[in-house]
Structures are given as structure tokens and as C-alpha cells.
T-cell receptor, first 116, second 115 residues
């Protein structure tokens, strides 16, 4: 069965420090992987995606993520966190072997708190 | 920048009443979706819509739910007879095209409260 795990409910980092938000996935075929961010009282905003090619993908607001096929992971990273990065982060996967459907399977989300 | 818009932002309804949640997807997008997020739980897929018909639906999307694109711009989700457990944040999304790698763009959500 397709699934996404975000093992940490909350991540706390100090401003200026690097941050990592973890995501692992399980699909039957090759995955398309996505990160979204949700600020309070806002919708889900697309950050970045991995489709194919370079395992390190860069996205909005200085975020990047590394696809690791052997570890079935797609951790979100940023070299230097900002207080304004504090939000809820969701990892999602689409299984390319799942026919023509395009539904996203979501993790539970990780709340990132960046302390000044 | 184009965006998906949803109305209303918050809807309170009595159990058993019908509700219609409205969405205006991004204009050149071809795929439309509804997801929901019950407080404290995962975002869950409800339905996808392409070429004026449902392309996929989840087990949540039973006979009480329906979707429609009545006029080429709006995309609506109707819940015929709401239950308490339908209380959730409902997100509409759209994506550009046929490529499986197309990312979905989400609206800000409608918070539905069934009392």
C-alpha cells in the first residue's frame, strides 16, 4: 500500500541553523515526491518536487530536498532557517504505477518552529 | 500570480443539511481535486475530475458527495446530507496537465463545521 511517513510531529531549530524535516515513503513503483507548506489559516503551498534526474532538487524560499531511493526518503532541508519558515510542512507522494490517477498520498505533517 | 480560490472560508451547517463548497481553479488547468483534512489528521484525497467527469474517487466519496463544473470556471463539491464527521477543512486543488509530475495548486480551504 502507498504511504508517507513524517516521523517527527515537531522540529525546533534556532534561526540561522540548518534544518531538516524528514519524510519516508512506500509505493509500488517509482515515486513522484512533493513538499508543501501550510502557514496558519492558509492553504497548502507547493515548495518543490522530485520527478526524475538529479536527486537534489531546489525549491521555493531556499528549500531543497534530497531523494534517496535506497532509503526511500525525501528529506526537506534548508541551510539557514528563518523565523518566517515556521509553519506546517507536508510530504506527499504520487505512485507512477498507480494507473492514470493523480491523487496525492500525504504524510501527517511536521510542525517546524524556528526560534529567534 | 494565478491562484485557486475557495468560498466560503468558513461554513457552519446543521446536521442533515446540504452544503455546496465552491472553488475557482486556475484558468488553464485541466485536473481538479478535492481533499479534506479533519483536525489533527492527514490530508485525505476525495475526488479528482478531468474532462467533465470523475477520474478517481476515494472510499470517503460516497453517494452523499458529488462534484460539478457547472459553468467552465467553478468547481463545486456538494454534500447532500451532512454528518458531524464531515466537519473538516476542505481543500480544492488544480493541476496543469497530463504529466503525472504536475504539481497541484491548492486553495486556502473551506472550514466546514457541522453542528
Amino acid at each position: 500500500a502507498q504511504s508517507v511517513a513524517q516521523p517527527e510531529d515537531q522540529v525546533n531549530v534556532a534561526e540561522g541553523n540548518p534544518l531538516t524535516v524528514k519524510c519516508t515513503y512506500s509505493v509500488s513503483g517509482n515515486p513522484y515526491l512533493f513538499w508543501y507548506v501550510q502557514y496558519p489559516n492558509r492553504g497548502l503551498q507547493f515548495l518543490l518536487k522530485y520527478i526524475t534526474g538529479d536527486n537534489l532538487v531546489k525549491g521555493s524560499y531556499g528549500f531543497e530536498a534530497e531523494f534517496n531511493k535506497s532509503q526511500t526518503s525525501f528529506h526537506l532541508k534548508k541551510p539557514s532557517a528563518l523565523v518566517s519558515d515556521s509553519a506546517l510542512y507536508f510530504c506527499a507522494v504520487r505512485d507512477i504505477l498507480a494507473g492514470n490517477n493523480r491523487k496525492l498520498i500525504w504524510g501527517l505533517g511536521t510542525s517546524l518552529a524556528v526560534n529567534p | 500570480e494565478p491562484e485557486v480560490t475557495q468560498t466560503p472560508s468558513h461554513q457552519v451547517t446543521q446536521m442533515g443539511q446540504e452544503v455546496i463548497l465552491r472553488c475557482v481553479p486556475i484558468s488553464n488547468h485541466l485536473y481538479f481535486y478535492w481533499y479534506r483534512q479533519i483536525l489533527g489528521q492527514k490530508v485525505e484525497f476525495l475526488v479528482s475530475f478531468y474532462n467533465n467527469e470523475i477520474s478517481e474517487k476515494s472510499e470517503i466519496f460516497d453517494d452523499q458527495f458529488s462534484v460539478e463544473r457547472p459553468d467552465g470556471s467553478n468547481f463545486t463539491l456538494k454534500i447532500r446530507s451532512t454528518k458531524l464527521e464531515d466537519s473538516a477543512m476542505y481543500f480544492c486543488a488544480s493541476s496543469e496537465g497530463f504529466l503525472m509530475g504536475s504539481e497541484a495548486f491548492f486553495g486556502q480551504g473551506t472550514r466546514l463545521t457541522v453542528v
